[in-house]
């Protein structure tokens, strides 16, 4: 038996139900501990507050912020000078880190207050909402807590990828400028490298970096994908990657291409795109009008200004999608619904546009790359209304198959219930997403 197996003699005699069960109680050990300690740098920070006598500790020397402010951000009471030091030494860290232990329990307390009450009753652990003060520390109060807002009722189910994106579009729509700024100067690093490896492991082939526009790069990639499937077609059975490289290649020269682009027609009329993309972008109509600039969002990207998606337009082929009523299931709007199976476009686009990923707790595969699933299955000689927005979920395909295999179950909760999906499994697991 191993030192670890030593330590925790009972967990051999466990069985499944309750291992499950003993590893829930550690978690939410170790949930209130991270609470506890938060709590307690909280605390002492304000059991030691800024005086003129004390000081104002200051992030500097060997911090990795960037900032000479107090440790807590915009609205957070100041603190006296080497606060952070008797904490290093009883946590045994790093002086930096027990600033940071600092400055987000107080920004927690202070700009984050709907994070901060989640931690406290455990719904979710400290290093979710510790994320969120980190990256909000620079933001003024308004913006933190417009943050916190936002974010706060998907924190549960969020990964480290769906905060920092919340994060980043709160932060474009407080500081419209300051995207408008990033977007000009990402533009500086756009380039086009060759590497070739020398002898002895050249071996003919090189490779082509490319940093540049995104709706630009998105179509010449969609090209490549096209060439190769079409040459696959016509007979060429080299890898798939090897035809996407020989796509691009043709384009300056050497193989032709396989597909015929679109003809130009009238040659002083602009012509249009002939590599065709999709980028679903959610935006306000009257943000497009207004002169300042305004920022909208890409699904999966992130923020963008309206100057930047002008640029796009004016180069790409757009298809503007109507708003889709989100509300039906909480006003006297009635639902749409078939009687199909597959549900019509605009039922699949609510679906999606309302789950955001797939409903099994804690996954976060896009919507728009999972199946749109009848949380009933349905039945062919059933009921009429059997597809509709609220009888339909988006699933992955790993989850779309472990319910197939009647491994889990799930049903959907009230629309005004903060947690929408109810989900059974193996040994008796209960969870919501």
Same mark, same amino acid.
């Given at each position: 038996?191993?030192?670890?197996?030593?330590?925790?003699?009972?967990?051999?005699?466990?069985?499944?139900?309750a291992?499950?069960?003993?590893?829930?109680?550690?978690?939410?050990?170790a949930?209130?501990a991270?609470?506890?300690?938060?709590?307690?740098?909280?605390?002492w920070?304000?059991m030691?507050?800024?005086?003129?006598?004390?000081?104002?500790?200051?992030?500097?020397?060997?911090?990795?912020?960037?900032?000479?402010?107090?440790?807590?951000?915009?609205?957070?009471?100041?603190?006296?000078?080497?606060?952070?030091?008797?904490?290093?030494?009883?946590?045994?860290?790093?002086?930096?880190?027990?600033?940071?232990?600092?400055?987000?329990?107080?920004?927690?307390?202070?700009?984050?207050?709907?994070?901060?009450?989640?931690?406290?009753?455990?719904?979710?652990?400290?290093?979710?909402?510790?994320?969120?003060?980190?990256?909000?520390?620079?933001?003024?109060?308004?913006?933190?807590?417009e943050?916190?807002?936002?974010l706060?009722?998907?924190?549960?189910?969020?990964?480290?990828?769906?905060?920092?994106?919340?994060?980043?579009?709160?932060?474009?729509?407080? =500081?419209?400028?300051?995207?408008a700024?990033?977007?000009?100067?990402?533009?500086?690093?756009?380039?086009?490298?060759?590497?070739t490896?020398?002898?002895?492991?050249?071996?003919?082939?090189?490779?082509?970096?490319?940093?540049?526009?995104?709706?630009?790069?998105?179509?010449?990639?969609?090209?490549?994908?096209r060439?190769?499937?079409?040459?696959?077609?016509?007979?060429d059975?080299?890898?798939?990657?090897?035809?996407?490289?020989d796509?691009?290649?043709?384009?300056?020269?050497?193989?032709?291409?396989?597909?015929?682009?679109?003809?130009?027609?009238?040659?002083?009329?602009?012509?249009?795109?002939?590599?065709?993309?999709?980028?679903?972008?959610h935006?306000?109509?009257?943000?497009?009008?207004?002169?300042?600039?305004?920022?909208?969002?890409v699904e999966?990207?992130?923020?963008i200004?309206?100057t930047?998606?002008?640029?796009?337009?004016?180069h790409?082929?757009?298809?503007? =999608?109507?708003?889709?009523?989100?509300?039906?299931?909480?006003?006297?709007?009635?639902?749409?619904?078939?009687?199909?199976?597959?549900?019509?476009?605009?039922?699949?686009?609510?679906v999606?546009?309302?789950?955001?990923?797939?409903?099994?707790?804690?996954?976060?595969?896009?919507?728009?790359r999972?199946?749109?699933?009848?949380?009933?299955?349905?039945?062919?000689?059933?009921?009429?209304?059997?597809?509709?927005?609220?009888?339909?979920?988006?699933?992955?395909?790993?989850?779309?198959?472990?319910?197939?295999?009647?491994l889990?179950r799930?049903?959907?909760?009230?629309?005004?219930?903060p947690?929408?999906?109810?989900?059974?499994?193996?040994?008796?697991i209960?969870?919501?997403?």
């Amino acid at each position: 038996m191993t030192a670890a197996r030593d330590e925790q003699p009972g967990l051999d005699d466990l069985g499944p139900s309750a291992l499950l069960d003993a590893l829930a109680v550690v978690d939410r050990r170790a949930r209130q501990a991270e609470a506890d300690k938060l709590q307690i740098a909280y605390q002492w920070a304000i059991m030691h507050p800024a005086t003129a006598e004390t000081g104002t500790s200051t992030w500097g020397g060997d911090s990795f912020l960037l900032t000479d402010e107090s440790l807590g951000g915009d609205g957070c009471p100041g603190v006296e000078a080497f606060v952070a030091e008797p904490l290093a030494v009883t946590l045994e860290i790093s002086p930096a880190s027990a600033r940071q232990l600092i400055a987000d329990a107080l920004d927690l307390r202070h700009r984050l207050p709907l994070c901060h009450g989640m931690v406290e009753s455990l719904k979710v652990p400290a290093w979710k909402a510790r994320r969120v003060a980190t990256a909000t520390h620079h933001l003024s109060r308004e913006a933190a807590l417009e943050v916190d807002r936002r974010l706060a009722p998907r924190l549960k189910h969020a990964g480290p990828r769906v905060i920092d994106k919340a994060i980043a579009m709160v932060i474009a729509k407080h =500081q419209p400028d300051q995207q408008a700024e990033a977007e000009q100067a990402a533009t500086a690093g756009w380039e086009v490298t060759l590497f070739t490896p020398e002898a002895p492991v050249f071996a003919g082939s090189s490779e082509l970096h490319i940093t540049g526009d995104t709706v630009g790069l998105t179509r010449l990639y969609k090209y490549a994908c096209r060439q190769a499937k079409e040459a696959g077609k016509a007979g060429d059975d080299r890898p798939l990657g090897a035809r996407k490289a020989d796509a691009l290649c043709g384009l300056v020269g050497g193989h032709p291409p396989v597909v015929e682009e679109e003809p130009l027609g009238d040659v002083t009329k602009p012509p249009h795109p002939t590599t065709a993309m999709t980028l679903y972008v959610h935006a306000d109509l009257t943000d497009l009008l207004d002169e300042p600039v305004a920022v909208g969002e890409v699904e999966r990207l992130g923020p963008i200004t309206t100057t930047k998606l002008h640029e796009w337009i004016a180069h790409t082929r757009v298809k503007i =999608q109507p708003v889709i009523w989100m509300d039906t299931g909480q006003t006297a709007r009635p639902e749409p619904s078939v009687d199909r199976h597959d549900p019509p476009e605009r039922i699949r686009e609510q679906v999606i546009l309302r789950d955001k990923t797939c409903v099994f707790p804690g996954c976060q595969v896009d919507a728009r790359r999972c199946d749109v699933d009848h949380i009933e299955a349905y039945n062919p000689n059933g009921p009429p209304g059997q597809t509709a927005p609220s009888k339909l979920a988006c699933l992955c395909r790993r989850h779309h198959r472990a319910k197939t295999a009647g491994l889990w179950r799930y049903w959907r909760l009230p629309a005004h219930l903060p947690d929408h999906y109810v989900w059974t499994g193996p040994c008796g697991i209960t969870a919501r997403a």
